[in-house]
């Protein structure tokens, strides 16, 4: 196979669908609203400098109301032995003050998404399903993928054929099922050791975690798409590299360490062919927006160097599975 130095971006588009166990919602408000801002600003910026993006969308996002929610719902739900990570009780908690469903849907937006160039809309799941908590199983995951299906067809999305586990839970007995329900690649976590348990979240990995952002205390993080192997009838798994952290409001060091750490991968991806892939939730732009769109000019005008020096391509996750696909159509022909 042909390696070729890329670069692709997956963002874990969910608004409060997504912390909503972590955060309280009234204290946030800024926050959302300032991320519904700032993604037709990441689209335009996608679009003006021809960046390809995986958009991986939680589908309750693409309800209009709470009441569209409702008849979308799938006919089995998670049963979380821990009942707080349960998305669907949240309309008891909001339903009834419609000032806050703009934390919760966003159809508009994701129509954006779906009709900007270059941009993949991929599926987070339908309630941002935690594959690994306990209680959950292998049949209520089909149920909640089939549900984030039926309601991108409804709206007129098309098919769904990019997947990312919500909170890293990446799941390999759930693959099976995900190619059965049309998805042809999903996202999967670095090889660290720190990367292995997303769910237990020990206090030592998050340190390793955060740390890695900064230091180089794991392995190096891109890869050649030529180690990328789908097994039949299983979706690719193309590895994340690094998780653009949010900017640190206080601490320019930081900030200027863990953008240098970008740089730097991507520079060493670049010189030995190899897929560098990028990632973050749009809202982790939402307490710094200017700050963090700038920052985000800085890798886009650094991708552009290696591209021109280099060659490097960017790629939707979509794209690198085709592109996959294509050379070992390619290779199997030459055989």
């Not at 669908?17 to 800024?30: I, N, S």
């Not at 690994?132 to 299906?149: M, N, T």
């Not at 340190?207 to 789908?230: E, M, N």
Request: glycine share 4%; charged share 25%; aromatic share 12%.
């Amino acid at each position: 196979m042909h390696n070729i130095p890329t670069f692709t971006i997956s963002l874990d588009f969910e608004l409060y669908w997504g912390v909503f166990d972590k955060v309280v919602l009234k204290e946030k408000q800024r926050y959302f609203s300032n991320t519904r801002k700032i993604i037709p600003q990441l689209l335009d910026v996608f679009a003006k400098e021809e960046i390809h993006v995986t958009w991986a969308t939680v589908g309750m996002l693409f309800a209009k109301d709470w009441e569209e929610w409702q008849k979308t719902m799938p006919e089995i739900q998670p049963a979380y032995q821990n009942y707080m990570l349960s998305a669907y009780r949240l309309k008891e908690v909001y339903g009834a003050d419609h000032s806050l469903d703009s934390n919760f849907f966003a159809p508009e937006l994701v129509d954006r998404i779906s009709k900007t160039p270059l941009q993949e809309l991929a599926t987070h799941t339908f309630s941002h399903y935690y594959c690994k908590e306990e209680g959950q199983d292998i049949a209520q995951f089909r149920s909640d993928i089939r549900a984030a299906k039926k309601i991108a067809s409804e709206k007129g999305f098309g098919e769904l054929r990019s997947l990312v586990f919500p909170r890293n839970q990446f799941n390999r007995e759930y693959l099976q099922v995900c190619y059965e329900e049309g998805i042809t690649s999903v996202r999967s976590n670095p090889k660290d050791w720190f990367w292995e348990d997303t769910v237990g979240d020990k206090l030592l990995n998050k340190i390793f975690r955060t740390g890695d952002g900064y230091f180089p205390l794991g392995q190096r993080t891109s890869f050649p798409l030529s180690a990328l192997k789908r097994e039949e009838g299983l979706p690719l798994a193309i590895p994340a590299s690094r998780f653009l952290r949010p900017v640190n409001g206080s601490k320019e060091v930081l900030n200027k360490l863990r953008l240098k750490r970008i740089l730097n991968e991507m520079t060493e991806a670049a010189k030995r062919q190899e897929c560098y892939h990028l990632w973050w939730h749009p809202h982790n732009f939402g307490d710094y927006p200017e700050k963090s769109m700038a920052d985000l000019q800085v890798i886009i005008n650094h991708f552009k160097q290696l591209q021109q020096k280099y060659g490097m391509v960017s790629m939707t996750m979509q794209e690198i599975q085709e592109y996959i696909q294509k050379e070992s159509l390619k290779t199997t022909v030459a055989r």
